[in-house]
């Protein structure tokens, strides 16, 4: 039975790029990407459009991952052209690469440690600290983990969190943020303006709404599931951390590729240098990786997820309103 170091180790043969594969995952999503967007403008029929409306959240989320995988320097390091495609797609995303990724990395390396920042993560409280907090605590805790924050995570994480809120954290260290805003809205008002509402909506708003809206509930219920585990500072590990506070989001095979196997997600947080397309053959070839703890889209597992609170560290789980008394 492989622990530890030894089942780190187990994965490095996977942790090695194919490099005709990224790009030719890259390349078909990323045009895949410009077509469903160009579908919604060109395309005879309201019914038509409003379907390619939706396949472009689709693939902004499927590119996003693929952006993300290049964030962790997993596909295309050193490439000129790939660095130009995810430096412009970042910004289009509302997501400016640098402080994105320095916020993802310290999700790496701070997942489910109970008493560490919620940067890049959503936050965990003990029963004890949210029976000591203040009611403005309370209430902001709450806010950050409530459905309606995923919901509207266009407007709450990524507009928010993401831009305004770096920029005025530190203005000169994150005035890219406050260029990515500018652009994103001016973006708006010129399709809003030149092409009308409809154009606006289907072309601009509704993908990205979509696609942020999935991205918060994935990235929420990959650390915030039944079963999840988090440890004191002193007690943490990285294996730990991967296989038993990250799930495996047990998909049908569309959405896996939606997705672009960002459900694996025990093993990607297990060894982030896995590129995305190896991620179902590491699971499939390593014994240890495959019975993680699980999750779904089935409505049931996502209310199921929703429900967990706070981490009772005298039972060792996350605890609902109801178990905690408070319903």
Same mark, same amino acid.
């Given at each position: 039975?492989? #622990?530890?170091?030894?089942?780190?180790l187990? #994965?490095?043969?996977?942790?090695?790029?194919?490099r005709?594969?990224?790009?030719?995952?890259?390349?078909?999503?990323?045009f895949?990407?410009?077509?469903?967007?160009?579908?919604?403008?060109?395309?005879p =029929? $309201?019914?038509?459009?409003?379907? =390619?409306s939706?396949?472009?959240?689709?693939?902004?989320?499927?590119?996003?991952?693929?952006? @993300?995988? +290049?964030?962790?320097?997993? $596909?295309?390091r050193k490439?000129a052209?790939?660095?130009?495609i995810?430096?412009?797609?970042?910004?289009?995303?509302?997501?400016?690469?640098n402080?994105?990724?320095?916020?993802?990395?310290?999700?790496?390396?701070?997942?489910?440690?109970?008493?560490?920042?919620?940067?890049g993560?959503?936050?965990?409280?003990?029963?004890?600290?949210?029976?000591e907090?203040?009611?403005m605590?309370?209430?902001?805790?709450?806010?950050?983990r409530?459905?309606l924050?995923m919901?509207?995570?266009?407007?709450t994480? &990524?507009?928010?969190?993401?831009?305004?809120?770096s920029f005025m954290?530190?203005?000169?260290?994150?005035?890219?943020?406050?260029?990515?805003?500018?652009?994103?809205f001016?973006?708006?008002? &010129?399709?809003?303006?030149?092409?009308?509402?409809?154009?606006?909506?289907?072309?601009f708003?509704?993908?990205?709404?979509?696609s @942020?809206?999935?991205?918060?509930?994935?990235? +929420?219920a990959?650390h915030?599931?039944p079963?999840?585990?988090?440890?004191?500072?002193?007690?943490?590990t990285?294996?730990?951390?991967?296989?038993? =506070? =990250?799930?495996?989001?047990?998909?049908?095979?569309?959405?896996?590729? /939606?997705t672009?196997? $960002?459900?694996f997600?025990?093993?990607?947080h297990?060894?982030?240098?896995?590129? &995305?397309?190896?991620?179902?053959?590491a699971m499939?070839a $390593?014994?240890e990786?495959?019975?993680?703890?699980?999750?779904?889209?089935?409505?049931?597992?996502?209310?199921?997820?929703?429900?967990?609170? /706070?981490w009772?560290?005298?039972?060792?789980?996350?605890?609902?309103?109801?178990?905690m008394?408070?319903?």
């Open positions: 039975m492989l #622990t530890g170091k030894e089942l780190i187990a #994965t490095k043969p996977y942790a090695k790029e194919i005709w594969k990224s790009w030719y995952y890259t390349l078909t999503s990323f895949l990407l410009i077509g469903a967007i160009l579908g919604t403008y060109f395309l =029929s $309201i019914f038509l459009r409003v379907l =390619s939706v396949f472009a959240a689709m693939m902004l989320s499927r590119f996003f991952i693929i952006f @993300h995988d +290049y964030q962790h320097h997993t $596909i295309l490439s052209i790939a660095n130009a995810f430096t412009i797609f970042g910004i289009y995303m509302i997501t400016p690469p402080i994105w990724k320095r916020s993802h990395d310290h999700h790496h390396g701070h997942n489910a440690k109970l008493f560490s920042a919620s940067i993560s959503f936050p965990i409280m003990t029963k004890q600290k949210f029976m907090a203040s009611k605590e309370r209430f902001e805790y709450l806010a950050v409530h459905p924050n919901f509207f995570a266009y407007f994480t &990524f507009i928010y969190g993401m831009c305004v809120q954290s530190n203005p000169r260290r994150h005035w890219d943020s406050l260029a990515v805003l500018i652009l994103h001016s973006i708006a008002v &010129f399709l809003f303006v030149k092409f009308g509402w409809l154009v606006w909506f289907l072309t708003f509704l993908p990205f709404f979509l @942020h809206m999935l991205g918060s509930y994935l990235f +929420y990959q915030n599931f079963g999840v585990t988090y440890k004191k500072n002193v007690e943490w990285y294996t730990h951390a991967a296989l038993e =506070s =990250s799930s495996f989001m047990d998909l049908n095979p569309f959405m896996q590729w /939606v672009a196997n $960002i459900g997600h025990h093993i990607h297990l060894n982030s240098k896995i590129p &995305f397309y190896r991620l179902p053959e499939a $390593i014994p990786l495959q019975e993680p703890k699980m999750t779904t889209l089935k409505p049931s597992d996502i209310v199921a997820c929703l429900r967990l609170k /706070v009772d560290t005298e039972q060792n789980k996350m605890l609902s309103f109801e178990e008394g408070m319903a």
